[in-house]
């Protein structure tokens, strides 16, 4: 079983896309599931579920437009005030998604890796998230990086704790502490900060999500909820990205 054809700059062209003007990490606030089960007479539970298949459509179109890597927010360190039985159905949907993916992930050559808390998932989950990191482990294609039990605040104290812990056992200066040192301490270590940032079903806020990483993406919101996020939204999303005068404080050319 091969992985999917990538497309070819001429197919990109026909999307009205450019090679050069993708970015490399897309990171996606998966966001609306409740209210497009909702918006269908259907419980909220039944979002999630539907969510799953954008979550596998999306992997597959930005690994065939050669993105370098999806961080996908799945659950936030928010996200433990839902009621129970939600959280339950979420966490059984993460653990069946890692089982069932493995299959595609191989077969699309991706990197997959998990970013968060482990604390407060179940043993269940976090067996089945590392056999599918060990599995993959050698692969090389883009990298598809989960964020559960995530929250941007709670990985910067997780930071400076190892960087005091550092200070404190005499291995590092504080007066040497740089942007580096607290990159290279974040659960992203490693990995390049999202060029873009998606969020579906409308909301014009971050919550929580990449805090340090995301200083300087881009940002594109769409009124879709996520279960009818499709390629059509996402290469409208890169259009976007592809036209944007990015600055970083300084002029344009
Ligand atoms: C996003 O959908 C999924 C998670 C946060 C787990 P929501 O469940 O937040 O859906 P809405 O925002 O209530 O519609
Ligand atoms: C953000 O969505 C978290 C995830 C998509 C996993 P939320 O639905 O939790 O965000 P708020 O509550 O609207 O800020
Ligand atoms: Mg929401």
């Given at each position: 079983?091969?992985?999917?054809?990538?497309?070819?700059?001429?197919?990109?062209?026909?999307?009205?896309?450019?090679?050069?003007?993708?970015?490399?990490?897309?990171?996606?606030?998966?966001?609306?599931?409740?209210?497009?089960?909702?918006?269908?007479?259907?419980?909220?539970?039944?979002?999630?579920?539907?969510?799953?298949?954008?979550?596998?459509?999306?992997?597959?179109?930005?690994?065939?437009?050669?993105?370098?890597?999806?961080?996908?927010?799945?659950?936030?360190?928010?996200?433990?005030?839902?009621?129970?039985?939600?959280?339950?159905?979420?966490?059984?949907?993460?653990?069946?998604?890692?089982?069932?993916?493995?299959?595609?992930?191989?077969?699309?050559?991706?990197?997959?890796?998990?970013?968060?808390?482990?604390?407060?998932?179940?043993?269940?989950?976090?067996?089945?998230?590392?056999?599918?990191?060990?599995?993959?482990?050698?692969?090389?294609?883009?990298?598809?990086?989960l964020?559960?039990?995530?929250?941007?605040?709670?990985?910067?104290?997780?930071?400076?704790?190892?960087?005091?812990?550092?200070?404190?056992?005499?291995?590092?200066?504080?007066?040497?502490?740089?942007?580096?040192?607290?990159?290279?301490?974040?659960?992203?270590?490693?990995?390049?900060?999202?060029?873009?940032?998606?969020?579906?079903a409308?909301?014009?806020?971050?919550?929580?999500?990449?805090?340090?990483?995301?200083?300087?993406?881009?940002?594109?919101v769409t009124?879709?909820?996520?279960?009818?996020?499709?390629?059509?939204?996402?290469?409208?999303?890169?259009k976007?990205?592809?036209?944007?005068?990015r600055?970083?404080?300084?002029?344009?050319?």
């Amino acid at each position: 079983m091969s992985s999917p054809p990538k497309f070819t700059d001429a197919e990109l062209a026909d999307l009205g896309l450019e090679r050069g003007k993708l970015p490399r990490h897309i990171a996606i606030i998966m966001d609306g599931n409740g209210r497009w089960a909702q918006a269908q007479g259907l419980p909220r539970v039944e979002g999630h579920r539907r969510g799953v298949k954008t979550v596998r459509l999306t992997v597959e179109e930005c690994a065939r437009l050669g993105i370098g890597q999806l961080t996908l927010y799945c659950l936030s360190s928010e996200n433990w005030k839902r009621p129970k039985p939600e959280l339950d159905f979420l966490m059984s949907l993460l653990e069946q998604y890692v089982i069932e993916e493995r299959t595609e992930i191989m077969r699309q050559d991706l990197q997959f890796c998990m970013i968060g808390r482990r604390e407060g998932l179940s043993d269940g989950v976090l067996s089945e998230v590392q056999k599918t990191l060990d599995c993959s482990a050698n692969n090389r294609g883009m990298r598809l990086c989960l964020a559960v039990n995530y929250g941007g605040r709670s990985e910067l104290v997780d930071a400076v704790q190892t960087l005091a812990r550092e200070a404190v056992a005499g291995t590092l200066d504080p007066a040497d502490i740089s942007e580096k040192h607290i990159a290279d301490r974040l659960y992203t270590a490693g990995m390049e900060d999202p060029d873009l940032l998606i969020r579906t079903a409308g909301e014009m806020r971050i919550s929580n999500f990449l805090l340090w990483q995301i200083s300087y993406a881009e940002l594109w919101v769409t009124q879709k909820f996520w279960p009818e996020f499709r390629q059509p939204e996402l290469h409208e999303a890169l259009k976007s990205f592809g036209g944007r005068d990015r600055r970083f404080g300084g002029l344009n050319a």
